[in-house]
């Protein structure tokens, strides 16, 4: 399968804003961060059912596919970033019109729940999407220096990043190593939720990544139980674990594993190489990741390296 890129962004292009999963409760969040984009020389332009309730989704999945689908369509819109999270994106891929994508590559931004559209636009259309900061969520409030830096410069520039400079304290090692391969991952639970299905991608030689929120440690253990069982370990090259927030048990006063240990048993057992405390996911720093892309690990070193352009 082919590899797609989309095109470098430019001061003055369009943006578009969609809701694949859940609506935003706050909309001066929104406002915020239209503004944001605003300010930085973008035009932006929000999806029909963008902030619609339907439930806990943002409209109906006719209703969310057909503002993805509006937005790869529209010759005007050269990016298109997600609003939030939340759940309902996995819903939509079985209606989702993959050969439009492919022929209208565009960048494409979000994470958490947005993690399905990422695998099955990459397993269906080769296209090369962001795991990153969302509208709402993120770029309401003032963003973390390091992950605005990151992920302005992936989007905008037709040079590789090469090494990426993590700042603070570097990840740590679990087995080390070096790998190199396609990045594949994101939210552990919507990865595991499209094990066995046709939008599920090949992760043989991938570097894998993996993030949560909100999971017990025993939740964590079954999902990457569930992993191991599918080879999806075994088959990856390398291995990138990022933010587990509030991944703790829900009971204090029963005995359980930290999520640290759940994630250490497993990683370790594989053998792959493996940082753990990687900055990325449900934190304000947030390592923008281009889905797809390959690159190269150094477990001993701490060192990821970004080994071509996301962008063209």
């Not at 989309?6 to 409760?25: E, F, H, M, Q, Y």
Request: glycine share 10%; charged share 20%; aromatic share 8%.
């Amino acid at each position: 399968m082919q590899t797609l890129k989309p095109r470098a962004l430019k001061p003055g292009d369009v943006i578009g804003l969609i809701s694949p999963a859940s609506t935003i409760a706050d909309t001066t969040r929104l406002d915020r961060g239209v503004r944001y984009l605003e300010g930085l020389g973008y035009r932006v332009l929000i999806g029909a059912h963008a902030t619609h309730i339907h439930g806990y989704l943002a409209g109906t999945d006719e209703d969310r596919a057909a503002d993805i689908h509006a937005m790869f369509e529209n010759p005007h819109v050269k990016a298109i970033f997600c609003i939030r999270g939340g759940y309902g994106t996995p819903r939509l891929l079985p209606l989702l019109r993959y050969r439009m994508f492919a022929r209208n590559p565009k960048i494409f931004v979000g994470y958490s729940d947005i993690t399905a559209l990422h695998l099955s636009l990459w397993r269906k259309s080769g296209l090369v999407t962001f795991h990153g900061p969302m509208v709402g969520p993120d770029m309401a409030d003032p963003m973390d220096p390091f992950t605005e830096e990151m992920f302005w410069r992936l989007l905008t520039s037709r040079h590789r990043v090469g090494l990426v400079n993590l700042p603070d304290n570097r990840p740590e090692l679990l087995v080390g190593g070096k790998a190199s391969g396609r990045l594949l991952g994101g939210n552990l639970a919507l990865v595991v939720s499209l094990i066995g299905t046709s939008f599920q991608p090949r992760f043989d030689g991938s570097i894998l990544y993996l993030e949560d929120i909100g999971e017990d440690p025993y939740r964590v253990d079954r999902m990457l139980t569930q992993l191991r069982g599918a080879a999806v370990l075994a088959k990856s090259k390398g291995i990138l674990i990022g933010h587990f927030t509030d991944c703790v048990p829900k009971d204090p006063t029963t005995p359980s594993f930290s999520v640290d240990e759940v994630i250490r048993e497993y990683v370790v057992a594989s053998g792959r190489p493996s940082l753990t405390h990687v900055p990325f996911g449900h934190q304000k720093r947030n390592l923008p990741i281009p889905v797809g892309l390959r690159a190269k690990i150094d477990a001993g070193r701490g060192s990821i390296e970004y080994l071509e352009a996301a962008v063209h």
